[in-house]
């Protein structure tokens, strides 16, 4: 059993309208609730028009609220952007950075997530931080370099390791029902820990890639993963579920 406090975050990307976002979140919450004290942290990323409806939802239960992306600035004339402190004000405690699907599908480069870490951090967010290679990079056996450029690269100089959490998400294994050998993960974990120095061992390090409930006990038994990022699965309450308990 992990040292560090386990962690299981729902990324629920562009999905979910009002209505059943409120449904699911009440679900996810009235398992939480019946698990009392939770032994874990169990973090809800809607998208962020769900945000504030959520977080009155979740309000005095043991679920904790989170965003999926925020801008570098605290406020100005970026349009259809938002700032960290805009989701703080939301109830938000996390904010996901550097994921797969801002660095590739928005060009993102790891300087500008650093950025970001770095005004999410000043807000007051803790920073869910994600590394991953691809299925080229993975054949090329380029993912250990990989992962330490884009780990360095993505930290800004003036990081709290307090209020970081890395996520190892192989882009290959992201909704593609694939996924890397535990032991693949344990070596993946290591070298982040490595590479984060002495605060290496107190960092929250997550796995993140078609976790589902038959799979999950297969990652989650390994003392070097404190948790899952959930996408697909993190949709359907029972299923999401089934696989935050395995840290209760
Ligand atoms: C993700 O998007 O962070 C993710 C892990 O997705 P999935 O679980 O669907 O692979």
């Known amino acids: 059993m992990s040292r560090r406090r386990r962690m299981v975050v729902a990324n629920w990307k562009m999905y979910g309208r009002l209505t059943s976002g409120l449904v699911l979140a009440r679900e996810i919450a009235e398992k939480a609730e019946e698990a009392r004290p939770l032994n874990f942290d169990l973090v809800l990323c809607p998208p962020a028009t769900l945000t504030w409806a959520i977080g009155e939802a979740l309000l005095g239960t043991p679920v904790m609220l989170g965003g999926q ?3 570098t600035a605290t406020h100005g004339a970026y349009t259809g952007d938002l700032s960290a402190a805009m989701f703080v004000d939301l109830g938000c405690r996390y904010i996901i950075l550097g994921h797969s699907e801002r660095r590739y599908g928005h060009g993102e480069s790891s ?3 650093a950025q970001k870490v770095e005004a999410a951090q000043l807000a007051g967010l803790t920073t869910i931080v994600c590394v991953g290679e691809t299925a080229d990079e993975l054949k090329a056996g380029e993912t250990a370099e990989i992962i ?3 780990l360095r690269e993505s930290l800004p100089k003036k990081i709290k390791t307090a209020n970081l959490v890395v996520a190892y998400e192989p882009i290959w294994a992201i909704g593609t029902g694939q996924q890397p050998e535990p032991e693949d993960v344990v070596t993946v974990h290591k070298q982040i820990r490595k590479v984060l120095g002495e605060v290496g061992e107190t960092v929250r390090v997550l796995y993140g ?3 589902t409930p038959s799979n999950a006990e297969n990652i989650l038994c390994e003392d070097e993963v ?3 990022l959930v996408g697909s699965a993190s949709l359907n309450a ?3 579920w089934a696989i935050a308990e395995k840290c209760q």
């Open 209 to 211: 890639g078609s976790v």
């Open 226 to 228: 404190d948790g899952v």
């Open 69 to 71: 992306d925020c801008h």
């Open 148 to 150: 330490e450029k884009q």
């Open 111 to 113: 300087e500008l997530i």
């Open 238 to 240: 029972d299923g999401f």
